[in-house]
């Protein structure tokens, strides 16, 4: 299937390519694409409304593809899980990737917890070219890393740290963070819905509550 994603995030959109590509499905960028304001108060509702405003964008071009949307958050528990929703605006605007890492390691030691847990979360929102939606969610839980670690991955990737063998995410390779990560479970429970029609009707009975 091809599908086009609604995201201006580099590492992201190399991410899902990979991950789809075990599943059949063509990712591309649009080129032009306009991310709407994210307003919602979910990492759900954020991706659904990526996903319906590139399908929007698509149809208007005259392009009859499916639209992806991911919204996706670093989570720490000691700080009631925060920067959640907001990762991409955490710290001081304008900050350098480095910058905000170190924000948030320094916004940790300040609370004085030794609960250094924390994870991923990623939903993904599909829009097919005939309107039908499916959403799905992974998380994967690790450690905040006590200083940032690796040269692989992006974002939050140095600071976050793996239950098994302590290596952060950009420490290991990409293969293998494709592997386990939230993006890839939300990929694997998206695809496994798409191919159930039941849960399709679930997800869409859900919507409407
Ligand atoms: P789009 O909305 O254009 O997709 P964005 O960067 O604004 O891009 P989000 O609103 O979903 O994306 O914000 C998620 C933030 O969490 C963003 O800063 C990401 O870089 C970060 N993030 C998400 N997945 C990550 C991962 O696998 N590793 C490291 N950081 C990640």
């Not at 599909?126 to 309107?131: I, K, T």
Request: proline share 2%; glycine share 10%; with cysteine.
């Amino acid at each position: 299937m091809q599908v086009f994603a609604a995201t201006k995030n580099a590492g992201k959109l190399r991410e899902l390519r990979v991950i789809f590509r075990r599943y059949g499905w063509t990712l591309d960028a649009f080129e032009g694409y306009r991310d709407p304001e994210e307003v919602e108060d979910s990492y759900a509702g954020n991706a659904a409304l990526k996903a319906r405003a590139l399908s929007a964008q698509l149809r208007a071009a005259g392009l009859d593809a499916a639209a992806i949307g991911d919204d996706s958050g670093f989570e720490v528990s000691a700080l009631q899980d925060r920067p959640g929703i907001r990762s991409a605006r955490y710290g001081t605007p304008g900050a350098t990737w480095a910058q905000r890492r170190t924000a948030l390691l320094t916004e940790f030691a300040r609370t004085g917890s030794a609960d250094r847990r924390a994870r991923f979360v990623c939903a993904l929102h599909l829009v097919e070219a005939d309107g039908t939606e499916q959403a799905a969610i992974g998380t994967i839980e690790g450690r905040l890393a006590s200083a940032e670690r690796g040269e692989g991955g992006f974002s939050y990737d140095a600071i976050f740290e793996l239950p098994a063998g302590h290596q952060t995410f950009a420490e290991v390779s990409e293969g293998e963070k494709n592997a386990i990560s939230h993006r890839a479970r939300a990929a694997e429970a998206l695809v496994a819905g798409y191919a159930d029609p039941r849960a399709a009707l679930g997800s869409e009975a859900t919507k409407r509550e």
